[in-house]
C-alpha cells in the first residue's frame, strides 16, 4: 500500500487515519486470531501495522491503550479455559530490511555500551505456548492469548508426540517455544479439508493454531503438530547464561528445539545468516517466516528490557513475501 507522506498530514487527518487503522487492524486480529482465517495476507497487515507505528510516533497523543501497537495480539474468547501467564508473554518488534536490522543493532549496541553476540534463530511460523513442567512433568500447556491471559491446551498439546511429557531431570520450569505444522501434514491436511468440503486453512501457522485450540484433543491428535522451545523466563533453573545455552540445556532436558541457531558478534556474520536462509528456507520440513536476532547474554537482554508488547533485547528480520500474493479483501488504500 502506499500512503501519504505523514509530514503533510494535517493533525486531525492524522487522527482520523490512526482510529482507521487501529479499527482495521483490530477487525483483521480477530479474524486471524480468533477465526484462524485472516482477511489480508501477512504482509498486508505488517505494511499497515508499520503505518500506524509511523503515526503514532509522531502524533502519541492519538495512542490508545486499545491500539493494537499497545497491545499483543491473540485469541482468548474461547470456550478453552483460561490461564494467568506468570509472566507475560510478549510479541517482537519486526524489521523488513538489513537497513532496519543495522538501525536495531545500533540502538541495542548503544544501549549496551558495547556490541553485543546475538543468537540467531529461525523464526517459526507456528503458534506460541508455554509449558509448564513440575519435578520433571508436563502439568500444563497454554497459548499466548492476548499475552496476560491465555487458554489451556493441556490435554491437546499432550498429544503431541514431540513433547516429552517427562523431561531428562525432575526440573521444576516454565518453558516456551512455538506449535508448528510441518508443510507434508499441512499439504495433507488441506487435501483432506478439500475432499470433505471444508475452507482450506490459509497457512501453516493458521492451520497449526487451528488445531490446537480445539475442545477436543482427538482433533488435535489428528493433525501431527510438532514443536520447538527457544524460551524460559527461568533460566537459572538451568544454570545458563546466555540464550544459545538455554537451547543446548532445553535439548539436554530432551525438549525439541531447532538447531538451526548461530551465535555471531559481527552483523556482517547476522547477515551472511539471513541470506543463506532466505534462500534455503524452502528446503527446510517447516514454514519460517524470518530470523530472530537475540542479544545472547541473558543478563545483558534483562538489562535492555522489554516494552508493554515486546522484548529489546530481540526483533524479528520478516522475509519478504514469497510470490505476489493475492489480497482477499478489499481494503480501500488511499486516505
Ligand atoms: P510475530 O508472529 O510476528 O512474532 C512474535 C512471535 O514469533 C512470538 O510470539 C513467537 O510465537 C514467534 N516465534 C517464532 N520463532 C521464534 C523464535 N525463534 N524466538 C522467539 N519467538 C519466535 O508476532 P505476533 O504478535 O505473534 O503476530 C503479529 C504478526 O501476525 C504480524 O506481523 C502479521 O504478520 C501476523 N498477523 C496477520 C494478520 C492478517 O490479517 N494477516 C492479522 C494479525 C497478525
Known sequence: PEFNPIGQLTTQEAQQEIAKWQDELTQYGVAYYEKDAPLVEDYIYDAI??????????????????????????????NLPKVIHPAPMLSLGDVFSLAELDEWDERTTKSLGFQSAYN?????????????????????????GNGMIGEDVTTNVKTIQTIPQVLQEPLTIEVRGEIYMSKASFAALNLQREVDGLEPFAN???????????????????????????????????GVTTQSGALKRFAELGLPT????????????????????????????YGIDGVVVKVNQLDNQLDLGNTVKIPRWAIAY???????LTVVHDIEWTV
Not at 258 to 283: C, F, G, K
Not at 318 to 324: C, G, S
Open 258 to 285: 531447532d538447531t538451526h541457531n548461530q551465535v555471531v558478534t559481527s552483523m556482517l556474520d547476522a547477515e551472511n545468516y539471513i541470506d543463506q536462509y532466505t534462500t534455503q528456507r524452502d528446503d527446510l520440513s
Open 49 to 78: 501495522y508499520a503505518r500506524l507505528v509511523d503515526l503514532e510516533s509522531k502524533f502519541p497523543q492519538f495512542v490508545t491503550p486499545d491500539s493494537p501497537t499497545q497491545n499483543v495480539g491473540g485469541a482468548n474468547k474461547s
Open 120 to 144: 540467531l534463530e529461525l523464526k517459526i511460523d507456528g503458534l506460541a505456548v508455554a509449558l509448564t513442567y513440575v519435578k520433571g512433568r508436563l502439568i500444563q500447556a497454554s497459548t499466548r
Open 204 to 238: 501453516p501457522r493458521n492451520a497449526a493454531a487451528g488445531s490446537l485450540r480445539q475442545l477436543d484433543a482427538r482433533i488435535t491428535k489428528k493433525r501431527d503438530l510438532s514443536a520447538f522451545v527457544y524460551y524460559t523466563a527461568e533460566p537459572e533453573v538451568l
Open 318 to 324: 520478516k522475509f519478504p513475501p514469497e510470490e505476489a
